[in-house]
């Protein structure tokens, strides 16, 4: 099995779809997911008014599944397409993948 990772980005909502075109574009063969989530734990300056009233900011989380391969220039094209975006992001190995049924095996 390829050596595989789940890349999790924390982009602003507003720049979703943006993010959302430019990984299509990327190689055509990605794999992700998305959905709004709440964020905690940041600095109060980095919180706009209402967000330092509930200590939570509305992102979205997007997960990649990237090879070993794919993992560089993927975060080296992010940067490159998104340079003032300062979201903050983790990789995640994957350590097993499939589907629930069907008959198929995991990976």
Do not use: C, K
């Amino acid at each position: 099995m390829a050596e595989e990772y789940v890349l999790a980005l924390l982009p602003l909502p507003q720049t979703g779809d943006e993010l959302m075109d430019w990984l299509l574009a990327f190689h055509g063969e990605l794999t992700f997911t998305s959905q709004e989530i709440d964020y905690h734990g940041l600095a109060p300056d980095e919180l706009a008014g209402p967000e330092q009233v509930t200590g939570r900011q509305r992102r979205l989380l997007v997960r990649v599944r990237v090879s070993r391969e794919q993992l560089q220039p993927l975060l080296d094209g992010l940067e490159a397409a998104f340079p003032e975006a300062g979201w903050p992001y983790w990789v995640i190995p994957l350590h097993g993948s499939g589907r629930i049924g069907g008959g198929e095996a995991a990976n």
